[in-house]
């Protein structure tokens, strides 16, 4: 065989394995009405999008969001933990069907994972500090130690453009400890998961004093190939958006409408 038809063999093999993959992952939301089961991966450490009750319940925007798509699909559903390290890795081994765990849509994660649109939130970042530390601007952070989460899009530029002393950590609780133990002067994190934490007592001696920064659209995402199973969470997505659920969840959990919710709810009602 000529090196030519063997070069030919070798494309026709790799088109045949794309085309068969894809039409597996066309029938992924088949398969899910097939288990009566939508694995979804969300958060339990950021409340009040994804945390656990203390009957161990996942509870929050996003859990909630994740039920009404069972629901429209006649399936129960199932949680699993995610964190920003693994969120991506356990969609693409096949852990979870879908993940709602306050993902920014970018087009890096786009390469790696279907990113369902229109995009169903959007927050910035800002810092979580003692309110004995009185700060009126963000230049104020220049050389402060300031506690940040592996992986969060914003640390880098809280270190370049503030000048800030960013220290990583794996989880928001290592982070918050070390807050609290003084090794960092704040913490910085999603505005919308701050303004949460901030409403537990036992933080009563923080706060979030200045402007957030840097708002950034939250997409849903499943696998790569997904098709059908990304068009019917887009169209849910835009009833969200029409009938004001997104909207009804915020008062729900206590925080303000996000600017980007309203946008949207105007957009599609």
């Not at 161990?56 to 699993?80: H, M, S, T, W, Y």
């Not at 530390?133 to 530029?157: D, H, M, R």
Request: net charge neutral; hydrophobic share 40%.
């Amino acid at each position: 065989m000529n090196t030519k038809k063997f070069a030919l063999l070798g494309i026709l093999a790799g088109l045949g394995a794309t085309v068969a993959i894809n039409a597996a992952r066309a029938d992924t939301l088949q398969d899910i009405k097939t288990k009566g089961v939508l694995v979804v991966g969300v958060k339990a450490d950021y409340p009040p999008f994804g945390s656990l009750s203390p009957s161990g319940e996942n509870i929050g925007i996003e859990p909630d969001l994740a039920r009404d798509l069972a629901k429209g699909l006649g399936v129960k559903v199932q949680f699993v933990p995610v964190v920003a390290s693994n969120r991506m890795q356990f969609l693409e081994q096949g852990k979870i069907d879908v993940m709602i765990a306050t993902m920014n849509d970018t087009p890096e994660r786009a390469k790696v994972v279907d990113i369902v649109h229109p995009d169903y939130y959007a927050s910035g970042y800002n810092i979580m500090v003692p309110k004995t530390l009185s700060l009126t601007s963000w230049s104020q952070l220049k050389g402060v130690p300031v506690c940040a989460i592996q992986g969060a899009f914003y640390n880098k530029e809280v270190a370049e453009k503030f000048g800030a002393e960013t220290v990583a950590f794996t989880g928001v609780a290592e982070a918050l400890t070390a807050l609290r133990q003084g090794r960092c002067n704040a913490f910085v994190y999603d505005d919308t998961a701050i303004e949460g934490k901030l409403q537990d007592p036992t933080w009563k001696d923080y706060d979030m004093p200045l402007q957030s920064q840097d708002a950034q659209p939250w997409g849903i995402a499943v696998r790569l190939g997904d098709t059908s199973l990304a068009d019917y969470i887009s169209k849910s997505i835009i009833s969200w958006d029409k009938t004001g659920l997104i909207l009804s969840l915020e008062t729900k959990y206590g925080i303000k409408h996000a600017a980007f919710a309203v946008q949207m709810h105007n957009k599609y009602k």
